[in-house]
């Protein structure tokens, strides 16, 4: 069963309170949601394996660790999950960005994909899927849909704020998917916005409405 991890590092929730506030403007949520992203990934990379070598130090020779060559591979769902990519990037540098656009078709109100483009050696890599909001969880189990059909067989998914309806949509149908939280809201509303929430991500992250 996937395990649902909710971050509760005070300099997290201190960021996200100002993310969620109507009067931070469009410059000001970026750059919060920048910082967030960058503190979630240094948890959500945690368990990457280490391998041993050797190092000269000034001193003499000692045995250290570094990373064992894990591939990461980022996936922001369109559009908002780009807002979190250069966060995670500033602390994993070499990893390779994906990207999936996905449209809710307006009669089934079922997502639909429109755009895929992800790197080549899909199955070699550990993937984190994004978006700053669990809503329904349609999105987000149809990019996990996606990305598993081309091969990706080890994933997480990392979000902002979550609706408790969403995280059981989404661990229902991708138990083996660890998802990560800053923030588990109350409800979903009528419109499928999530309550108290942030609005909408999208919008605020690029100034549109
Ligand atoms: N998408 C958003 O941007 N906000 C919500 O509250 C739900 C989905």
Do not use: W
Request: with cysteine; net charge negative.
């Amino acid at each position: 069963m996937a395990k649902v991890h909710v971050f509760d590092h005070p300099l997290i929730q201190h960021k996200l309170t100002h993310i969620r506030d109507i009067n931070t403007g469009t410059k000001e949520f970026r750059e919060l949601v920048d910082e967030v992203a960058t503190l979630m990934a240094y948890e959500i990379t945690r368990d990457l394996p280490l391998q041993e070598v050797e190092v000269e130090t000034p001193v003499q020779t000692a045995k250290s660790n570094v990373l064992a060559g894990k591939k990461i591979g980022i996936v922001p769902i369109l559009r908002a999950g780009i807002g979190m990519v250069e966060g995670i990037l500033n602390l994993i540098p070499a990893a390779k960005v994906g990207h999936i656009g996905l449209f809710r078709d307006p009669e089934t109100l079922q997502p639909h994909e429109y755009f895929v483009k992800l790197p080549s050696d899909v199955s070699e890599r550990e993937f984190i899927v994004v978006d700053p909001m669990l809503a329904t969880g349609g999105t987000a189990v149809e990019a996990v849909n996606s990305l598993k059909k081309r091969g990706a067989t080890n994933i997480k998914f990392m979000c902002l704020i979550a609706a408790p309806e969403g995280v059981k949509v989404f661990t229902d149908a991708h138990p083996d998917v660890d998802v990560f939280i800053a923030a588990m809201d109350e409800k979903l509303n009528d419109h499928g916005y999530i309550v108290p929430g942030l609005g909408d991500a999208g919008d605020r992250l690029f100034g549109t409405k």
